[in-house]
């Protein structure tokens, strides 16, 4: 296979990145890469580095429209494209350097597991971030936060529908999500690495883990293909900055054309989805 590997490490802090892509490129607009062979246009299918060649088309077309990128592993990794995830992890340091990467892959296991899951993401991978389950506890954590500049993005209020079969449990006096904001934001993020994810399907628990979490940001999944509204996220989840959001979007920028042009589609859906988003960034003066 003929990739863009880089061989040198990835020297970037995920928050200082965060913050200046937020500002520079005017964007709270995280694009999920979550590629399905089953709905790629039909000149890319059967070839056999497709997933890198669709991802690297999208990632093109869009750097300049967003704030991060979120690859989520099961997709590469049902294909046995674990190698194309590493390719396109590499493309995006080499030809897009300022834009974080956030390996989607919902990590969670004991201490000595958890290291070896941080050495996958962060140096085999190279990713700038890992989305991590919390419910192992602070030990389980422990190991992706010894990577100093490495962002750990907590899920806290999933954006599905059985998220509330635990999350929304009674934990003396509050909800487990609840416990799950202030724990990660009042103990667990003393080096000012963690995040929190909150589905853009509940928007008054976005506006709950803001109250608790100060200015954290916010992994926002669940706008467009799952229906979440952005306007009430946005008004539920930014700071006083307009900022602390990262609106995930994959299917609906993904899969918005079908054809050869389907990366310039994809280019006019995020266009549209960041202008949506900003449009609500500020509170009317
Ligand atoms: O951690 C995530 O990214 C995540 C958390 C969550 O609560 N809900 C959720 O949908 N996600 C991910 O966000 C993406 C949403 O994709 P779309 O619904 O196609 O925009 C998928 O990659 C999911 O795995």
């Not at 964007?27 to 709905?39: I, Q, T």
């Not at 990794?77 to 396109?88: F, S, V």
């Not at 989805?273 to 509170?283: D, F, G, S």
Request: charged share 20%.
């Amino acid at each position: 296979m003929q990739f863009f590997a880089k061989s040198d490490d990835h020297p970037m802090n995920f928050m200082h990145a965060l913050n200046a892509a937020w500002h520079d490129r005017n964007s709270l607009l995280c694009v999920g890469l979550d590629p399905d062979p089953a709905r790629f246009p039909a000149h890319l299918r059967g070839q056999p580095d497709a997933i890198f060649n669709f991802c690297k088309a999208i990632v093109d077309a869009t750097a300049d429209l967003v704030c991060s990128f979120k690859p989520q592993i099961a997709y590469f990794a049902a294909q046995r494209a674990e190698d194309q995830l590493q390719a396109l992890i590499a493309h995006i340091h080499d030809a897009h350097p300022t834009t974080p990467v956030i390996l989607d892959a919902k990590r969670g296991d004991i201490g000595s597991t958890a290291e070896q899951y941080a050495i996958e993401a962060f140096e085999r991978f190279k990713a700038d971030a890992l989305t991590v389950n919390p419910y192992m506890g602070r030990d389980s954590i422990e190991p992706y936060l010894a990577y100093a500049d490495k962002g750990v993005i907590l899920l806290c209020r999933t954006s599905n529908p059985g998220g509330s079969d635990l999350q929304f449990l009674d934990v003396g006096g509050e909800k487990l999500y609840e416990r799950v904001a202030r724990l990660v934001s009042q103990e667990w993020n003393q080096g000012g690495q963690c995040a929190l994810v909150v589905g853009a399907t509940f928007p008054g628990e976005i506006a709950r883990v803001r109250e608790l979490s100060g200015d954290m940001p916010l992994l926002v999944p669940g706008i467009g293909a799952q229906g979440g509204d952005i306007e009430a996220t946005v008004r539920a989840g930014r700071t006083a900055h307009g900022d602390g959001l990262l609106i995930n979007s994959s299917r609906a920028i993904l899969y918005a054309g079908s054809g050869e042009d389907f990366a310039q589609a994809a280019r006019r859906v995020a266009l549209d989805t960041r202008h949506a988003i900003n449009v609500h960034r500020h509170p009317a003066p």
